[in-house]
């Protein structure tokens, strides 16, 4: 079983930074998906951005270019990165982890992630 602790979050003006954090612990996988989802009263949860072991990223079209998403391996530790915060990116972020590589079509799905975190409030105000 894997346990996920996000941190970070918080408020930030339009054009911030913020950046958030997803700790893994419990059983050690050799290979994974570790996935960035957001989430908006009565919207379905949309997948952000996507990494996996063999350092494949992927990112919705409304970010690219100001989120990164990295891995420190040593640390089972994921990060999201948020630059050029927009009001549209505010929302609740769930990290997500899958044991297989992330799926270059799919990855987005939230059907597709079994392991979640508890989830971080982000709000960007104009």
């Known amino acids: 079983q894997v346990q996920l602790e996000e941190s970070g979050g918080g408020s930030v003006q339009t054009g911030g930074s913020l950046r958030l954090s997803c700790a893994a612990s419990?059983?050690?996988?050799?290979?994974?998906?570790v996935a960035w989802f957001r989430q908006v009263p009565g919207q379905e949860r949309e997948g952000v951005a996507a990494?996996?072991?063999?350092?494949?990223?992927y990112y919705h079209d409304s970010v690219k270019g100001r989120f990164s998403i990295s891995r420190d391996s040593a640390k089972y530790t994921a990060y999201l990165q948020m630059d050029s915060l927009k009001p549209e990116d505010s929302a609740i972020y769930y990290c997500?982890?899958?044991?297989?590589?992330?799926?270059?079509?799919?990855?987005?799905?939230?059907?597709?992630?079994?392991?979640w975190g508890q989830g971080k409030q982000v709000t960007v105000s104009s």
């Open positions: 997500a982890f899958e044991p297989q590589y992330c799926n270059s079509r799919s990855w987005g799905a939230y059907r597709n992630f079994r392991h």
């Open positions: 990494i996996d072991t063999a350092r494949y990223t």
């Open positions: 419990g059983y050690v996988y050799n290979y994974y998906c």
